[in-house]
């Protein structure tokens, strides 16, 4: 997935300093009997990204259409309170001392289809509209076709843990629940309108 460490430096990214990386976390930790939970994307209530915000402030909007591309990217995701069953399981048991163990959802869909998943769980009649990748909103990237897709196996997770993730479907309807009752305090604007309409144009 990359060629070196510290992909972070010269990002600039609140929180993250350029000398972070995962990876010297879990070298000196893991011999000392630790376990490292690995996170795919975390998303939930709380969450300070907003993930599946890109999808809700169109809804919020009142919009018909979202522009899309191929959709097809595989990431695995977890819901935050799945996270938090992770570290007690990892707490409650030794079987997976000095190992790296990955949370998330056994199954992963493809982008396009948690989309669908928020617009249900949103009970929102927003359609998605196949546009050329090249026209998307910068926002939408991710409805774009994937370099690389990032999935993981939970398999330890489930062996020696004991611990399994709640239902997708139920998670996000949990999550898109949260998100709309505490919108942001970013609104869509006209020039937000007019990005959409001129990448739906292109249909």
């Given at each position: ?18 000398a972070y990386d995962k ?17 795919p994307m975390v998303y ?160």
């Open positions: 997935m990359r060629r070196e460490r510290y992909p972070y430096r010269g990002a600039r990214r609140p929180g993250i300093p350029d990876l010297d976390v879990e070298e000196r930790w893991l011999p000392r009997g630790a376990v490292v939970l690995r996170l939930g209530p709380h969450d300070p990204q907003r993930r599946e915000d890109p999808v809700l402030r169109r809804i919020r909007a009142g919009r018909q259409h979202i522009p899309v591309g191929a959709g097809n990217l595989l990431w695995t995701r977890v819901h935050v309170d799945d996270v938090a069953t992770g570290v007690l399981a990892a707490l409650d048991t030794r079987a997976a001392d000095g190992m790296a163990v990955n949370l998330g959802e056994p199954a992963t869909v493809p982008v396009i289809a948690w989309v669908e998943q928020i617009i249900a769980a949103a009970g929102s009649a927003l359609e998605p509209v196949r546009v050329p990748e090249s026209v998307l909103p910068g926002e939408l990237a991710l409805m774009g076709g994937p370099a690389q897709h990032v999935l993981v196996s939970v398999s330890r997770a489930e062996n020696l843990l004991g611990w399994s993730p709640g239902d997708p479907q139920q998670r996000v309807a949990e999550s898109v629940r949260w998100h709309l009752d505490n919108p942001p305090a970013s609104t869509w604007s006209a020039e937000d309108s007019r990005v959409d309409e001129d990448a739906l144009g292109s249909a």
